[in-house]
T-cell receptor, first 115, second 111 residues
Framework: DAEITQSPRHKITETGRQVTLACHQT?????MFWYRQDLGHGLRLIHY???????NKGEVSDGYSVSRSNTEDLPLTLESAASSQTSVYFC??????????????FGPGTRLTVL | DAKTTQPTSMDCAEGRAANLPCNHS???????VYWYRQIHSQGPQYIIH???NNETNEMASLIITEDRKSSTLILPHATLRDTAVYYC????????????FGGGTRLMVKP
């Protein structure tokens, strides 16, 4: 069955380190998204991509970067981790923009702690 | 400005219908109403969406008022597994699949 996976599921790192969170989907979706969710709040969009070599900034993109070298993967990099980036990170994918249903399929999340 | 307004929390008895309201008084003509839910610690899950007609699927029903300024998600026979945060999202048709999540409603289904 097609799925979307994230790794690692849990990560503890130190302030100033570079961290990369992986996201892999087998839906063959062109659209992929990264969100963060802080305790007790809704999801906020970090970056998104509509296809290979395409990346776009979301609402809270400062301190994060993404790259899209193939359809299946959209890794999220924290260039220099800060304590304010402690959060749960969700990756999602969806069909092309022309799809009226716009169902986004979400991964299980990565819980990141920056000490 | 928030595009949707939902109650922070609601309770429902197991086996009863859960009716979750959402206000979207500034909705535009080309905007759809989407509902997602997030069970504890999991990624959000799509439930249903609609434009102006009522919709029903295997999970829920969506009732949209005639003026489209509010809607209600109905879980006909709530179970303990329906305990989750429910998000009402308004999305333009041509928004490139963008979803903007608000705070949602925390539904607690009680035995």
């Amino acid at each position: 069955d097609a799925e979307i996976t994230q790794s690692p599921r849990h990560k503890i790192t130190e302030t100033g380190r570079q961290v990369t969170l992986a996201c892999h989907q087998t839906w063959n979706h062109n659209n992929m998204f990264w969100y963060r969710q802080d305790l007790g709040h809704g999801l906020r969009l970090i970056h998104y991509s509509y296809g290979v070599q395409d990346t776009n900034k979301g609402e809270v993109s400062d301190g994060y970067s993404v790259s899209r070298s193939n359809t299946e993967d959209l890794p999220l990099t924290l260039e220099s981790a800060a304590s304010s980036q402690t959060s749960v990170y969700f990756c999602a994918s969806s069909e092309d923009s022309g799809s009226r249903r716009n169902e986004q399929f979400f991964g299980p999340g990565t819980r990141l702690t920056v000490l | 400005d928030a595009k949707t307004t939902q109650p922070t929390s609601m309770d429902c008895a197991e086996g009863r219908a859960a009716n979750l309201p959402c206000n979207h008084s500034t909705i535009s003509g080309n905007e759809y109403v989407y509902w997602y839910r997030q069970i504890h610690s999991q990624g959000p899950q799509y439930i249903i969406h609609g434009l102006k007609n009522n919709e029903t699927n295997e999970m829920a029903s969506l009732i949209i008022t005639e003026d489209r300024k509010s809607s209600t998600l109905i879980l006909p026979h709530a179970t303990l597994r329906d305990t989750a945060v429910y998000y009402c999202i308004v999305r333009p048709y041509n928004a490139g699949n963008m979803l903007t999540f608000g705070g949602g409603t925390r539904l607690m289904v009680k035995p």
